[in-house]
């Protein structure tokens, strides 16, 4: 089996940073994209940002310039430094992971998701 496993949220004043990270566990052969999601209270899931395997990296307007995506293929772990956070980024954050695994197959798995709070 496969697990995601997302740390570093918290609770952060305005103009701070965070920074979150995802590593995949289990039966890992191999991962293609690794992406990060946000779920803002009352609001839908939504993917903020994306990196391929290559490294390319793809960000929604509203996190680009203040987030970045990057990865450690060796440790199967993807990271989110979020820099000059607002109040609207607060939110559970989500890893979701592309995966070969144990059946040979890619599906994507899911992390259970770290709070991040940015208030004073």
């Known amino acids: 089996q496969v697990q995601l496993v997302e740390s570093g949220g918290g609770l952060v004043q305005p103009g701070g940073s965070l920074r979150l990270s995802c590593v995949a566990s289990?039966?890992?052969?191999?991962?293609?994209?690794m992406n990060w999601y946000r779920q803002a209270p009352g609001k839908q899931r939504e993917l903020i940002a994306r990196?391929?395997?290559?490294?390319?990296?793809d960000y929604v307007d509203s996190v680009k310039g203040r987030f970045t995506i990057s990865r450690d293929n060796a440790k199967n772990t993807v990271y989110l430094q979020m820099n000059s956070l607002k109040s609207e980024d607060t939110g559970a954050y989500y890893c979701?992971?592309?995966?070969?695994?144990?059946?040979?197959?890619?599906?994507?798995?899911w992390g259970q998701g770290t709070q991040v709070t940015v208030s004073s």
């Open positions: 979701n992971a592309d995966i070969r695994d144990y059946t040979s197959r890619f599906r994507y798995y």
């Open positions: 289990g039966t890992v052969f191999s991962i293609n994209d």
């Open positions: 990196i391929e395997s290559d490294g390319t990296t």
